[in-house]
């Protein structure tokens, strides 16, 4: 965003302009900033507000055709818009404002940005001395489409020839697609799954769905904008890797978001898995329940204001799960230790 005119940042429910609360500003000829908390009722120009000051300038300057304001806003101002992983919008013109900011054009973007920690994640050099192993995207190239769910198959690790226990994951996102990923879900695939290991299966989701299909059944854990990247699992459990254990293959599935249809972007995100020293007493479990979210299982009917999904669990359930330790939650999935 190269240029020596105004420049905005606004706060949005949706990530569009309606509803936003946004600073904009710009550096005069002299150096002076100037700074206005506007607010967007809809998709046309935002009105000055004149009843707030949640944006404050602190200062700013322009240098070789580029310009910098420094600005401060409580990160809880009573909006609704401040909890959470937040929507942030951005536009820029190309000249100071004469009378009030021109239109931007196609000179804008948005992106979800998480602006605080909801926990407190372990410093990562705890883990430093640790063996892992990892499951990463390598230099697969992002499709051109505005959005593209991408699987790739990976064999498990056969390095550990007697059970060990994982006690931590990092995930790692690449540093150059901040921007386009969006979620991704890591896949233990069924026992039963067979594929050839010297062509192990990856592309587009749809492309490839009957084939990959063995390996929906299991989510081993979820990351989505806003989550941590670090998680570290209680010290008396660990994941079960290496082994007699019945998982061999698993799939590490990313939601690509690239609203620009950016081209040849590559990427190489993936998550990495600690290896603790010890077995650790308990082994950890991952179970998903509720509603199956698929174009068969969850539709919402048009034009209602509530719409209530009621889901069930078998009686079995209690007696299979009876004495399990919950000690996270993801939306529709559970992370226990099996005692």
């Known amino acids: 965003m190269k240029t020596t005119g105004w420049i905005a940042l606004g706060i949005s429910p949706g990530g569009g302009m309606k509803g936003a609360d946004i600073g904009v500003g710009w550096v005069d000829n002299t150096g002076k900033v100037y700074f206005q908390d506007r607010y967007a009722s809809d998709f046309a120009l935002p009105i000055?507000?004149?009843?707030?000051?949640?944006?404050?300038?602190?200062?700013?300057?322009?240098?070789?055709?580029?310009?910098?304001?420094?600005?401060?806003?409580?990160?809880?101002?009573?909006?609704?818009?401040?909890?959470?992983?937040?929507?942030?919008?951005?536009?820029?013109?190309?000249?100071?404002?004469?009378?009030?900011?021109?239109?931007?054009?196609?000179?804008?973007?948005?992106r979800m940005i998480p602006l605080q920690s909801y926990a407190n994640p372990p410093p990562e050099n705890k883990f430093t001395d640790l063996d892992y192993f990892e499951f990463r995207m390598n230099n697969d190239v992002v499709p051109a489409n505005d959005t593209t769910y991408y699987c790739k198959v990976f064999k498990a690790p056969i390095e550990y020839p007697i059970k060990r226990h994982a006690i931590a994951h990092k995930t790692m996102i690449d540093p150059n697609n901040i921007d386009m990923v969006h979620h991704l879900v890591f896949f233990a695939c069924n026992p039963t799954a067979k594929f050839d290991d010297n062509n192990l299966p990856y592309g587009v989701r749809d492309d490839h769905y009957q084939e990959l299909s063995a390996c929906f059944t299991g989510t081993s854990t979820i990351l989505a904008v806003g989550g941590e990247?670090?998680?570290?699992?209680?010290?008396?459990?660990?994941?079960?890797?290496?082994?007699?254990?019945?998982?061999?293959?698993?799939?590490?599935?990313?939601?690509?978001?690239?609203?620009?249809l950016t081209p040849n972007r590559r990427d190489n995100t993936g998550i990495r898995f600690y290896i603790g020293k010890q077995l650790r007493q308990y082994d950890i479990g991952y179970m998903s329940f509720g509603t199956v979210v698929s174009a068969l299982a969850l539709a919402i009917p048009p034009k209602v204001e509530r719409f209530i999904v009621d889901s069930y669990c078998p009686s079995g359930f209690s007696k299979v799960y009876f004495g399990s330790h919950v000690f996270s939650s993801q939306k529709s999935q559970i992370i226990a230790i099996k005692s």
């Open 48 to 110: 000055i507000d004149n009843t707030t000051s949640n944006w404050l300038a602190q200062r700013g300057h322009e240098s070789d055709g580029w310009t910098a304001i420094q600005f401060k806003r409580l990160l809880d101002t009573c909006d609704p818009m401040d909890s959470g992983t937040i929507i942030v919008i951005y536009a820029y013109g190309l000249t100071d404002p004469v009378g009030d900011i021109n239109y931007h054009e196609g000179r804008r973007g948005s």
């Open 229 to 260: 990247t670090l998680v570290e699992f209680p010290e008396e459990a660990g994941y079960p890797v290496g082994g007699d254990f019945a998982t061999k293959y698993y799939m590490l599935e990313i939601h690509y978001n690239n609203p620009k």
